[in-house]
């Protein structure tokens, strides 16, 4: 069984609709790496399987959590799941620590919460929680407020914190995009080593395709508040189906290019989405099929929301090489 399954989730605010028909399985263990552009609806996804749209956003389809329907409970239900069994991870550790609380005290409070800790245990477990995502000093280190930590330390006290519950899903938004490329590593490394211990199931969210790539097992790709192209890992990033995709990957730094490739045109807003296919106005394969919007389908694991998946790989803006005279 999956442990989490999304299926027609839609978010609203008012007449606009920035998460548009999503429908995603996570089983125990499994990483989903999310990419795409900033404002493509992957966050508000995250949120809206954490419960947590901001009003007066409207949520419709169905959460099932281990097979048990989320959407529609109450918000007493609801935080007893956020915390425990769905954790969030987010980009900025500020976001999530309360700056007035030393850090020990917030883990153990997640503690004595969820899983009903006195306060004594509660606190020696939340140096145990330290210590074991390689927060030095732990015991010290416990007592100091956020801003008394680098970022890499918050960002361990973030991921301690999601991991104290032992929770069956973690949705990572963002967790390494504040940090170095070293601190980047041991992120996603110790998050690894966590979710190998636990079975914890993982969505990150990422706009790095590098990242997601390292440690992914599944990847879906996000455009205009859709999934446009899901599948195994090496599938979708050794050989993407669908133009947008496509372009994304290309557009990625190499050493030997002096000019990158880029997708013509700009990211529609939600308020005014083309007819058909979202990314029509900036395809190159677009036609008067593309007028209608086509369904996410596919076989063998791979599903790509386009007309032209079967068709030739047309590349977008190829990329422009410069002799070492020029």
Known sequence: MAVL??????????????VRGVCLR????????????????????????MGMVPRPGRVTGSIL????????????????VRGAQIALVMQDP??????????????????ELHRGMGRRQARDEAVSLLRQV???????????????????????????TAFACRPKVLIADEPTTALDVTLQAQILRLIEDLQEQEGTAVILIS???????????????????RI???????????????????????????????RLPTIPGQPPRFEDLPQGCAFRPRCPLADARCLEDPELRGSGGLRVACWHAEGPKVPIAPPKTRSPES
């Open 5 to 18: 399954e999304a299926s027609d989730l839609r978010v609203r605010f008012g007449e606009t609709e920035v």
């Open 26 to 49: 996570l089983d125990p263990g499994e990483t989903l790496g999310v990419v795409g552009e900033s404002g493509c609806g992957k966050s508000m996804t995250g949120y809206a399987l």
């Open 65 to 80: 959590l281990e097979g048990r329907e989320l959407l529609g409970r109450p918000e007493a239900e609801w935080r007893s």
């Open 94 to 111: 500020f976001a999530s620590l309360n700056p007035v609380m030393r850090v020990g005290d917030q883990i153990a409070e997640v503690l």
């Open 134 to 160: 390689g927060v030095p000093d732990a015991e010290r280190s416990a007592r100091k407020y956020p801003h008394q930590m680098s970022g890499g330390q918050r960002q361990r006290v973030v991921i301690a």
């Open 207 to 225: 706009h790095d395709i590098g990242v997601v790539a390292a440690v992914a097992d599944r990847v879906a790709v996000f455009y205009a508040g």
């Open 228 to 258: 446009v192209e899901e599948g195994p890992a090496e599938a979708v990033l050794r050989s993407p189906a669908h133009p947008y995709a496509r372009a994304l990957l290309a557009a990625m730094p190499r050493p030997h290019l002096q």
